[in-house]
């Protein structure tokens, strides 16, 4: 499936351009293609709106652009190997899909297109009056899904699988059938199966989500089983991300999961990730951490990262736990300050760079004490959180604090950075494959 994705407000802004009662508007996107595999990710660069002046033809059933508005755009897609996308609107209410007319202009453009732009996919772009937005590959009827992202995940086109209404009757009472048809559409990406992650892989499961994609180089070990849910005495020394797939698979035989044992940090590991929806970050380490939050901005994936703290420090004891969406114009993990670059220096290091260096700590390899009850509790306010962002249900905090020693939760505003680096406006937001992800190389 190939999706476009718009960074909030970009896809409202441009509807909202293009909006006229009576005439067709048109514009060009230039986009960023992200492809992999059969799955593409197309990331929404910028939008050229037409103006008076740019139409060569304009009714409220005809639209026709001059060359001198297309071919420098075109132009610019050729150059730097950009997708295009041609978007035009259906100004009047009984015109929901692509009229016989848009098929014939669209089979010479994608024919134009093929030599001119060659490579890369290009797209057709419908806002029709009073229905859903119809997107699909240039000159086929293949769809494209097409998703803004910012603090909640907008889906503008339909989603047409229908959901099991007997299964998850209860569910649509809670949130309605548009969000269980939303969450069903979802390939949603879990960065760790321990402790938050395998509670995080069950309830999403049980929810609705049918594809999978999961990534943790660990195997279950003896100490693991008093948290990581699913695993039995038995499944010792096996990697957690196959008895997670087997935990997601008793509750949804049909699942499609993508079972991946190896290290986030890895570049090519964390590209697997451009092709999900949506990410949960349930590891530990800062090095991870760092990967999964540039990866959410530069990809346009919203993630959600969960963090659990149990600890002392003179009489202080901690018991708590944060859990943070990362998405545009929410801010990153740098903006909130929980990351730390030596720690992630550290962790990237070689075995043979930690003998040598006479500055390493070893901070990241003592065990923290591990509860399942905090996890439960954290993995349970990211999947809200994820609910809201994704089904719609009123719940408006992004950011929140837990506290079990004081029984308190929190709801944090923190104000991001301008100048950031990762969810900055000149950063590598949105940015796709133009820019290496931290990391090993392989
Ligand atoms: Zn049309
Ligand atoms: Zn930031």
């Known amino acids: 499936m190939i999706a476009l994705a718009f960074a909030a407000p970009a896809l409202s802004d441009l509807r909202a351009a293009l909006d006229d009662a009576t005439l067709e508007s048109a514009a060009i996107l230039l986009c960023e293609p992200v492809l992999e595999g059969a799955q593409a990710r197309i990331l929404v660069k910028k939008a050229f709106v037409a103006s008076d002046q740019d139409y060569l033809e304009r009714s409220a059933v005809r639209v026709s652009l001059d060359p001198k508005f297309c071919l420098p755009i075109e132009k610019a897609a050729k150059q730097s190997g950009l997708s295009l996308v041609y978007v ?26 093929s030599w ?13 009056k009073d229905a859903p937005a119809r997107c699909r590959v240039l000159g086929s009827a293949q769809p494209v899904r097409v998703l803004e992202i910012g603090a909640n995940l907008v889906a503008a086109t339909e989603d047409s699988q229908q959901p099991d209404t007997d299964r998850f009757d209860r569910q649509i009472r809670a949130f309605g059938k548009d969000g269980q048809q939303r969450i069903a559409a979802l390939q949603v990406g879990i960065v760790g199966l321990g402790g938050t992650g395998s509670i995080v892989a069950q309830q999403l499961a049980h929810l609705g989500i049918q ?32 008895i997670a797939e087997c935990m997601i698979r008793h509750i949804r035989s049909d699942a499609d ?7 986030i940090t890895t570049r090519s590991v964390a590209r697997r990730l451009s092709r999900t929806d949506f990410i949960f970050c349930c590891t530990d380490t800062h090095a991870s951490r760092h990967t999964i939050n540039q990866l959410a901005y530069q990809y346009l994936i919203p993630a959600i990262d969960l963090g ?30 929980h990351l730390n670059a030596h720690r992630i220096r550290e962790e990237l290091m070689t075995e043979e760079q930690r003998t040598s260096d006479p500055y390493f700590e070893n901070g990241a390899g003592v065990e923290q004490p591990a509860v399942i009850s905090l996890n439960g509790t954290t993995a349970s306010l990211a999947i809200t959180m994820f609910l809201s962002a994704v089904a719609g249900i009123p719940s408006r905090p992004r950011y929140l604090a837990y506290d079990a020693v004081r029984g308190r939760m929190n709801a944090l505003a923190v104000t991001a950075n ?25």
């Not at 259906?90 to 010479?108: I, R």
């Not at 004891?317 to 909130?336: D, E, F, K, Y």
């Open 418 to 442: 301008p100048d950031c680096p990762f969810c900055g406006p000149d950063s590598t937001l949105g940015v796709g494959d133009r820019a290496p992800l931290p990391g090993r190389p392989e």
């Open 88 to 113: 035009h609107t259906h100004p009047t209410v009984g015109h929901p899909d692509f009229s016989f007319e848009d098929d014939a202009t669209e089979a010479k453009l994608a024919e134009y297109l």
């Open 308 to 337: 659990v703290a149990i600890g002392a420090s003179g009489d202080q004891t901690t018991i708590g736990s944060h859990v943070q969406m990362l998405a545009p114009n929410l801010p990153c993990l740098w903006c909130s300050n």
């Open 116 to 128: 001119r732009c060659p490579g890369v996919p290009h797209m057709a772009l419908l806002f029709p």
């Open 211 to 242: 594809r999978f994609l999961l990534i943790d180089p660990d195997e279950i070990e003896i100490s693991n089983l008093n948290r990581v849910v699913g695993a039995t005495p038995a499944d010792v020394g096996q990697a957690k991300v196959a």
């Open 257 to 263: 999961v993508v079972a991946i044992a190896g290290d």
